[in-house]
């Protein structure tokens, strides 16, 4: 059985050789700039790109229309809002005057009633004082 042999310093350099050589005619059977396949490769990257930045011009303008419109949504709801807010602030301030009214109002009929009590035993005093000296 053999031995097993190392490539040797010569079989390096020739598979050196060879691999630059391979690389030489990869790099020659290339097409040139003005090839037709080449220059419709080309074409069909260039339409590529222009319609990718078409689509991304599209979505650049649906989003600000789609902001836009969000803001508009946002606004009308924060005038709904606060027109809201000011209209309970309203209803509020027409309840506290028309309770406090009905408490003024409630203070003056007692009022009115103590005062006719008041007179009512004044007159009654007045009357009993009057009876007492007729019996004196």
Same mark, same amino acid.
């Given at each position: 059985?053999? #031995?097993?042999?190392? &490539?040797?310093?010569?079989?390096?350099?020739?598979?050196? +050789? /060879? #691999?630059? $050589?391979?690389?030489?005619?990869?790099? $020659?059977?290339?097409?040139?700039?003005?090839?037709?396949?080449?220059?419709?490769?080309?074409?069909?990257?260039? @339409?590529?790109?222009? &319609?990718?930045?078409?689509?991304?011009? @599209? !979505?650049?303008?649906? $989003? +600000?229309?789609?902001?836009?419109?969000?803001?508009?949504? %946002? $606004?009308?709801? /924060?005038?709904? !809002? /606060?027109? @809201?807010?000011? +209209?309970?602030?309203?209803? %509020? =301030?027409?309840?506290? /005057?028309? &309770?406090?009214?009905?408490?003024?109002? %409630?203070?003056?009929?007692?009022?009115?009633?103590?005062?006719? =009590?008041?007179?009512? =035993?004044?007159?009654?005093?007045?009357?009993?004082?009057? @009876?007492?000296? !007729?019996?004196?």
């Amino acid at each position: 059985m053999p #031995a097993f042999k190392g &490539a040797s310093f010569q079989d390096r350099q020739k598979s050196t +050789a /060879e #691999a630059k $050589k391979a690389l030489l005619e990869k790099f $020659k059977a290339r097409p040139a700039a003005d090839d037709p396949a080449v220059v419709a490769r080309e074409a069909e990257r260039r @339409e590529i790109v222009a &319609a990718r930045e078409a689509r991304a011009i @599209e !979505r650049a303008r649906q $989003k +600000a229309e789609d902001q836009a419109a969000l803001e508009v949504r %946002l $606004k009308a709801a /924060e005038a709904a !809002r /606060e027109a @809201e807010s000011l +209209a309970e602030a309203e209803r %509020l =301030r027409l309840e506290a /005057e028309a &309770a406090i009214q009905a408490k003024e109002l %409630l203070e003056i009929e007692k009022k009115a009633e103590r005062d006719a =009590r008041y007179a009512a =035993r004044k007159g009654r005093k007045a009357e009993s004082k009057s @009876e007492n000296r !007729r019996y004196r």
